[in-house]
């Protein structure tokens, strides 16, 4: 089946500073990757869709200049939470599509962000 | 608006049972598409089984299966025979719009499969 790999899959770092999550497809090209963010016990909620080679469509609520996306091929999208703290410590999960018909999102196995 | 509904908090079943878990939906979109996901406790999502909102037939992976509704906007799980494996977080989700954008997630089902 379609793998996605996402990395790194736990993050500990210091107040202030900037993170970056890669999102890869590795078996098929993706035209679309989405990025969610699940805090404990709750369901995924969907940050931003991004689009090869064009801009990321953020969800009502979410920082644009807090989480950067960017989606330069059609089998990497990266997401930087830049100057991060406390509140941003979460998991982070991406998934990606082949934008056809019948076929799931394939996510990766997912990011756990600490910040101290 | 769309909204996907899960009334289960936590299931328990014995071992070797079958097991349902409920998920209702809302859309006036004709296009659409149900999905089941189970989530271990590691957290990776894993991809169980789809229906399409045309697909006349319910669908069937292994296990799996999807008691599809269409009339009362139900798209139930069921897991046949449960595994110890089986413990762990299922979430259903539904695209809309004809694309596989725009996942929409139910608040999940913790199931707890009992030896």
């Known amino acids: 089946g379609a793998v996605v790999s996402q990395h790194p899959s736990r993050v500990i770092c210091k107040s202030g500073t900037s993170v970056k999550i890669e999102c890869r497809s590795l078996?098929?090209?993706?035209?679309?990757m989405f990025w969610y963010r699940q805090f404990p016990k709750k369901s995924l909620m969907l940050m931003a869709t991004s689009n090869e080679g064009s801009k990321a469509t953020y969800e009502q609520g979410v920082e644009k200049d807090k989480f950067l996306i960017n989606h330069a091929s059609l089998t990497l999208s990266t997401l930087t939470v830049t100057s991060a703290h406390p509140e941003d410590s979460s998991f982070y999960i991406c998934?990606?599509?082949?934008?056809?018909?019948?076929?799931?999102?394939?996510f990766g196995d997912g990011t756990r962000l600490s910040i101290l | 608006a769309q909204k996907i509904t899960q009334t289960q908090p936590g299931m328990f079943v014995q071992e070797k049972e079958a097991v349902t878990l409920d998920c209702t939906y809302d859309t006036s979109d004709p296009s659409y598409g149900l999905f089941w996901y189970k989530q271990p406790s590691s957290g990776e999502m894993i991809f169980l089984i789809y229906?399409?909102?045309?697909?006349?037939q319910n669908a069937t992976e292994g296990r799996y299966s999807l008691n599809f509704q269409k009339a009362r906007k139900s798209a139930n799980l069921v897991i046949s025979a449960s595994q110890l494996g089986d413990s762990a977080m299922y979430f259903c989700?539904?695209?809309?719009?004809?694309?596989?954008?725009?996942?929409?997630f139910g608040k999940g089902t913790k199931l707890s499969v009992k030896p």
């Open positions: 989700a539904m695209s809309f719009g004809g694309s596989q954008g725009n996942l929409i």
């Open positions: 998934s990606a599509s082949a934008g056809s018909t019948n076929q799931p999102q394939h």
């Open positions: 078996d098929f090209q993706a035209t679309t």
């Open positions: 229906q399409g909102s045309y697909d006349q």
